[in-house]
């Protein structure tokens, strides 16, 4: 029952009982008015406003469909109405009378002018037809014909009511009966007008109520058609009373007014549909935007959207996004079901899902699927929610998946660094817990991670080096980040492990995330090292002292040894001068032994003390122009007549780097081997020049002397070596030892090549980096 | 009446250098009196009139011929001490030596050494050197009168 059919409804039995009651009181008390109204209108007959007042309480009843009480309560005044219709109409036709209408008031209702009060034969129609009606809308079936009659109802009070509105009592008066009653036609109309209102929204009232527009032009003609003949109706017969125009002339003005009037009717009420239908196309427009709108929001959301209907779960909706997540496209997928798509058993799995989700009428969560496409496997993160249609039932199931593959992937492959990692790697909280740690962490401690987790960090830590972790973790909540720091953790065998921590902090979410590296060996390692180099140092010291020592002797051997000899050359001397002319020739000659000897010795101890001194003297490096120094000592040599008839060759001396007292010294020794084994020669000839050869300088001494067998080459270099006899050239058998001493303080290499007869080369090496030298 | 010639004093522990070196000076016909003293503490006690010197008049070496490595006290202490004294610092030091250790000679020419000769093995060489002292030093420099300082007498 809609608002409108309740109110006339409403309307109706008020008016209705109140009419009723005003008639019967008019009855008790004998006032005219409240019977009759208006002097010559007949009364309503007591009988009538009773069934009148009983079939308003009926509709009333109506109005509460729901209650049963109520429902009994309608049927049994229904049944009254139409028992006391049918009784009065029985009586009419079977010429019985059946006193119906003379039970209440009888006196007085004989005493009526100008005859007695009785039912109207119509009104008998009318309350019967409406206490049928009122009983049938009570039930479920009989809705249409319950309606009929109650419109048959309306028909019959309204002919009375044109009656009176005309005047012509033909129309309110059946032949020679009493005729109907102004107000019981009034009544039976508003009656009738009540009960088509009270289910208009089903039967034969749905088309006047439907909210088409259907409905809205039965509701604009319906009423506005009836006024308009009533008024045409009325107005004809107003004219024709007051002699305007003839009957004739009366029936072609009806027809032309109604031609006129119904034409404006229509004209009114196609304008309305006509507004109406394109308020809706506007509308519908409307709506057609919005859901183009949204159409483009779906196609473009980057996640997949698709909709199946909630019948056959077959797909109704498909995106863009979805197209190329599954490679497949939408002509293919709509109107296909999961299983025309899947394995059985993914198919299956994702229709029990879908049912699910429909069953439970909530969205549901599906954190991670597989699927396959024609892309291959892809994971899917999806969301499936129900749709509903406008009676809350599932209409459709929308889903919404996103492809969380690519992001997966990542986390494996980060997943497997963290389980490969040969460091330890933990996520720490805030609280003192580690919330994840990775293998490494079982395989160096030996503990199992769930019993790491249990307990806090720090219960592990060596209890020397808590303070000072601790203090570090505070650090690191403060957002400081931690750099090699170290600690000890707890093995499951009891011992200690060294830890070299690198963390940082996630500040909002309390966490620690650090890697720490097992440097346990690496420490042993390093104290070995530290030992190893204590008795390094204290070596270093011993050998300090027996250089010391050693220098000490060689100040003893340079001083005290060379007294001795001193004192025989001295003393041989004077004893030739004091012995001169006593002594003889071999006597002579003894003596110059004795003192050759004593210089010879003499000469070896200088050398040594020299080759000695040049393993311990400091060094220096700098930059020596070699051919400056070359030339330098061919001139002493040449001053000291060593080098006569010498011819000398320098070519490609460069400046290279050492220590310029020690070089002056290697190429002395080297020229005056030079020069004294080329003085056999007829034409001595010394080459000196140089190249260079994987980062060295090479310089070479090359002459043209005896030379030297090659099979003793590697005896040259040595101290006190000698290839040549003493009486052959003179010579200690130190200087070349010397030279490859000091070249070996300047990180270079010494050699010689040479043929007996055919000259020797010697050759050093200085690098071409300056070294540092110590 | 003749000029009397300074004295050279000769500080050597060795009595074969000693005899060496007095051969050289004779040799160079030298004719000042050469005092052989046998180590430090002997230079020392003559140059300040004291210990077995005590009561020797005062008069100034015209030079002092000093070895540096003798027992108890030894040549640079004595060229120490004698440049660190005022009265002393003049007399000309000749340190006469075997010893041909780089750092002797840079500690002596610190100490303000006049000389530094390395005693050559050979006798000849020996000669020679003392030759160029014996001219250098005895005949050439002269000494500034009184200056040498009293010892107990």
New interface residues.
């Given amino acids: 029952m809609d608002r409108g059919g309740g109110v006339v409804s409403a309307t109706a039995i008020f008016v209705v009982v109140a009419i009723g009651t005003v008639v019967l009181i008019g009855w008790q008390l004998d006032v005219g008015v409240f019977k009759a109204l208006l002097p010559p209108f007949v009364a309503m007959n007591p009988a009538t406003a009773v069934a009148l007042i009983l079939s308003a309480l009926s509709l009333e009843a109506l109005r509460n469909l729901a209650s049963p009480r109520a429902r009994i309560r309608g049927r049994v005044t229904a049944v009254a109405v139409t028992l006391i219709g049918a009784l009065k109409l029985i009586g009419l036709i079977a010429h019985w009378s059946s006193g119906i209408d003379a039970i209440l008031f009888g006196s007085r209702l004989e005493a009526a002018a100008p005859f007695p009060n009785r039912m109207a034969p119509n009104t008998a129609a009318g309350l019967f037809l409406a206490g049928v009606s009122l009983f049938l809308l009570h039930g479920r079936r009989w809705l249409r014909l319950a309606q009929g009659l109650a419109f048959l109802t309306g028909l019959i009070s309204l002919t009375a009511l044109a009656g009176y509105a005309y005047g012509l009592q033909a129309l309110y008066g059946v032949s020679t009966h009493i005729p109907m009653a102004l107000q019981t036609a009034f009544a039976l109309f508003l009656l009738s007008l009540g009960m088509l209102a009270v289910r208009s929204n089903e039967g034969l009232m749905r088309p006047l109520t439907a909210p088409g527009p259907g409905g809205a032009t039965a509701r604009r003609l319906l009423p506005s058609a009836a006024l308009a003949a009533l008024l045409i109706g009325w107005l004809r017969l107003l004219g024709q009373r007051r002699g305007l125009y003839r009957e004739e002339v009366g029936v072609a003005l009806i027809v032309v007014g109604a031609i006129a009037l119904f034409s404006a009717l229509i004209w009114w009420n196609a304008r309305a549909i006509e507004r109406a239908e394109a308020a809706r196309a506007d509308a519908e427009q409307a709506l057609r935007k919005s859901e183009g709108f949204l159409e483009s929001i779906v196609e473009n959301l980057p996640s997949m959207v698709f909709v199946k209907d909630a019948e056959d779960l077959r797909f109704v909706r498909f995106n863009r996004a979805g197209e190329e997540l599954m490679g497949i496209t939408r002509e293919e997928l709509l109107g296909k079901s999961d299983r025309d798509l899947f394995p059985p058993e993914q198919a299956d799995f994702f229709i029990a899902t879908d049912r699910e989700v429909l069953r439970g009428r909530e969205a549901v969560e599906i954190p991670q699927e597989a699927i396959r496409t024609r892309h291959g496997e892809r994971l899917l993160h999806t969301r499936k929610v129900p749709v509903y249609d406008e009676n809350g039932n599932p209409r459709y199931l929308l889903g919404i998946s996103e492809d969380i593959t690519a992001r997966r992937r990542a986390e494996e492959e980060v997943q497997h660094f963290f389980d490969l990692s040969l460091d330890m790697l933990c996520i720490a909280g805030f609280d003192g817990y580690f919330k994840r740690l990775n293998p490494a962490w079982v395989r160096t401690l030996g503990f199992s991670v769930e019993h790491l987790l249990a307990k806090p960090f720090i219960e592990s830590v060596h209890p020397e080096d808590r303070p000072a972790t601790l203090e570090e973790a505070t650090k690191l909540s403060e957002g400081v980040q931690t750099i090699s720091f170290l600690n000890r953790y707890g093995c499951s065998d009891g011992s200690y492990r060294w830890f070299l921590w690198n963390a940082t902090a996630d500040l909002p979410r309390q966490r620690i995330y650090a890697a720490a590296r097992d440097v346990t060996d690496r420490k042993r390692s390093e104290e070995e090292i530290e030992t190893l180099n204590r008795e390094l140092q204290k070596r270093v010291q011993e050998l300090a002292a027996l250089n010391r020592e050693l220098e000490a002797f060689s100040y003893s051997v340079s001083h005290d040894l060379r007294a001795p000899l001193r004192h025989i050359t001295g003393f041989a001397e004077m004893l030739a001068k004091h012995g001169a002319g006593t002594l003889d020739e071999k006597g002579n000659r003894l003596l110059g032994t004795i003192s050759d000897s004593a210089k010879q010795m003499g000469r070896l101890v200088d050398d040594l003390l020299v080759f000695s001194r040049m393993g311990r003297s400091a060094m220096t490096s700098e930059a020596v122009a070699l051919r400056a120094l070359v030339e330098d000592v061919r001139r002493e040599l040449e001053v000291s007549g060593e080098a006569k008839g010498v011819t000398w060759a320098f070519n490609g001396l460069p400046r290279v780097h050492g220590d310029p007292r020690m070089l002056r010294m290697v190429l002395t020794n080297l020229l005056s081997n030079a020069v004294k084994y080329t003085a056999p020669r007829k034409d001595p000839r010394v080459e000196i020049g140089s190249f260079v050869e994987s980062g060295e300088t090479v310089i070479f001494v090359r002459d043209n002397g005896v030379g030297f067998d090659p099979r003793y080459a590697h005896k040259l270099f040595g101290v006190f070596q000698r290839l040549h006899s003493a009486e052959e050239f003179e010579g200690t058998g130190i200087g070349l030892a010397n030279v490859r001493r000091i070249i070996d303080r300047h990180g270079g290499r010494t050699w010689a090549e040479g043929t007996v007869g055919a000259g020797a080369t010697f050759y050093f090496s200085l690098p071409e980096a300056p070294e540092v030298f110590s | 009446m003749m000029v009397q010639l300074r004295k050279i004093l000769l500080v050597e522990d060795?009595r074969?250098?000693a005899e060496?070196a007095l051969?050289a000076l004779a040799e160079h016909r030298v004719a000042n009196e050469i005092v052989h003293l046998r180590d430090g503490e002997q230079a020392l006690d003559y140059l300040y009139g004291c210990g077995r010197f005590a009561g020797r008049s005062n008069d100034k070496p015209a030079c002092v011929l000093l070895d540096?490595?003798m027992p108890k006290v030894d040549g640079l202490e004595v060229l120490r001490r004698m440049k660190g004294d005022e009265r002393l610092a003049s007399i000309p030091v000749v340190v006469l030596?075997?010893?041909?250790?780089e750092n002797d000679l840079v500690e002596s020419y610190k100490l303000g050494v006049n000389a530094y000769v390395v005693?050559?093995?050979?006798?000849?060489s020996?000669l020679e050197a003392v030759r160029q002292l014996g001219a250098f030093w005895a005949v050439i420099n002269e000494i500034p009168e009184g200056s040498l300082p009293d010892g107990p007498r």
């Fill in positions: 060795s074969n250098d060496l051969e540096l490595k030596t075997s010893s041909r250790e005693k050559p093995v050979e006798f000849r020996f």
